[in-house]
C-alpha cells in the first residue's frame, strides 16, 4: 500500500511539469491491450515502447510473441503502469476501471480501442494509432500491406466458394459481426455460423457440424501433450467420421481475435486453406 501511494505521489507531481516537458508525440507508450501491441510495435522504434499486455507473450494468442520477449511487459495494475511514468496509455474500453481511473487521477492520458467488427473499422483504428504517435506514413504503409494482402488472398473470378466455419477449442466460432467472418466471405469461404445464428465469438453446436458438414472446418491448435477437455472437441470422432465430406485445415487461434496487421496473416492462411480443400474436393470428384 505504501508502495502503491509512493508511486502516486511521484506522478502526481510529474504531472505538473509533464505538459511542459513532453515533446510532440509520445515518447513513453504503454498498450494494455492485445491487439493494439501488435499495431504498436510495427509503427515505433521500440526504445519508445514502456510497455506492452502480457498478453503479447503468450503464443497462443499473439502473433508477435517473439518480439514481445524482447519488450516490457505489464500484467495491466494500476501500480505498473504508474511507476512506468508513460506519456500515453493505450488501452481497451474492457480493460480494468480501477486502472483507468488511477491513470485519470494522475493525469496520465490514455486512449481507449474498442475491438473492430469490420476490415474498415480496424484500418481505420490502425491509421488512429499511427495518428496518435505520430506515425501517420508507417500508418499508412501497414495500412497498405494490409489491403495488398487482402487482394491477392480475395477469392479469383469465376470460383466458387465453399463452405466453412471456425472450430476452436471449446466450440468457440466467429460469426456474424467480426473481422474473421468478413476475411472468411472474401476469401471464398462462406460462414455457416452465420446461417445459425452466431455473432461475434459464439459456440458452434456440434451437432450442427455433424448434421449439416461445411466443405471446410478451419479448427484450432490444441494445446502440447494430452489436451484440456474443452480442446478435445476439435478432434471429436463424430468430426472425424466426416473427414470424407470435409478437409479439416488449421486456422490458429492467436488470428481470429485482432484485426490490424493480423489480418495479413489471417487472410494468405485462410486463403490456403481455400486452395487446399479445393485441390481435395477436385481429387476426390475425379475419382
Partial sequence: MIRWLTSLLALAAFGCVHAETQSAHPRRIVSLNMCVDAILVELVSHDRIAALSHYARDPQRSTISEVARQLPITYETAEEVVALRPDLVLTSRHSAPATRNALKRVGIRFELFNVPSTIADSIEQVREVAHLLGAEREGEAMVARIE????????????????????????????????VGELMQLTGLHNIAARYGVKDYRPLPLEVLVSAPPDVLLVGETSPGAPLRSERIVRHRALRALESQMTQELFPARLLFCAGPTMIEAANTLAQAREHAQSVHRARSAL
Fill in 148 to 179: 495488398q494482402a487482402l487482394e491477392a488472398a480475395r477469392l479469383p473470378a469465376g470460383e466458387e466458394p465453399l463452405t466453412a466455419a471456425i472450430y476452436q477449442p471449446g466450440g468457440l466460432s466467429a460469426g456474424a459481426n467480426t473481422v
